[in-house]
């Protein structure tokens, strides 16, 4: 009964670790904001084209977060930064990104990649940085962080962070097929959403980062 009662804390912990991580990630990478991106990115495209672009974009940002969430508290020890001091910068820079995206200035940055666009645009600027940019980078490594250095617990951290890329992955897939249905106007809406959301966060980081200091 003890250990059952034990194994049940455990899982309800990772579950809530899990929803966190998830909404976290879903913030920052912003699969539904970088659907006019990608339509903009891929409009002279035929649909088979489109799709190998939205896998490869989605696959090579997934290895570069991955890579980054495995390794990040390594990189940072490396370079003698402590964690605390990187929770505050990366909250800080979070909170900068959160008040872009409410105002609006985050998109447009990012669409002045698109005059940037060289002849694989699943790589660049798609992939990098438009999914994988600084923001998200710092994400994964914040939170990956969180979960100790046994690779095990590594490699549990990653499920919200492929889960959110899955699902950018079939947002991109979904704009293919029904581009004509999707509006400027709820994207936008719902990417000041989740600005509020990431501004929270954001905030709640460098809060965290000065109580470990």
Request: one cysteine or more.
């Amino acid at each position: 009964m003890v250990v059952s009662g034990s194994r049940r804390i455990y899982v309800l912990v990772m579950a809530d670790s899990f929803t966190t991580a998830f909404v976290f990630y879903f913030v920052v990478i912003d699969p539904v904001g970088g659907v006019p991106l990608f339509m903009g990115l891929t409009d002279q495209l035929d649909r088979k084209q489109k799709y190998r672009v939205a896998f490869e974009s989605t696959v090579t940002a997934t290895i570069i977060l991955c890579f980054f969430a495995l390794i990040g508290t390594q990189l940072l020890d490396q370079l003698k930064i402590s964690f605390p001091a990187f929770k505050i910068a990366g909250g800080i820079l979070l909170l900068l990104i959160a008040v872009e995206m409410l105002f609006g200035k985050r998109r447009q940055r990012k669409e002045q990649e698109l005059e940037k666009i060289t002849d694989d645009v699943a790589i660049f600027p798609l992939a990098v940085p438009l999914l994988a940019g600084p923001a998200a980078i710092i994400s994964v490594m914040v939170v990956s962080s969180g979960y100790g250095e046994v690779w095990s617990e590594k490699f549990i951290a990653l499920a919200p962070l492929v889960s959110v890329m899955i699902l950018t992955l079939f947002a991109f897939l979904l704009a293919t097929t029904t581009d004509r249905f999707i509006s400027k106007k709820v994207t936008q809406v719902f990417s000041r959403v989740i600005a509020i959301i990431l501004a929270g966060l954001s905030v709640q980081y460098i809060i965290d980062g000065i109580k470990s200091v």
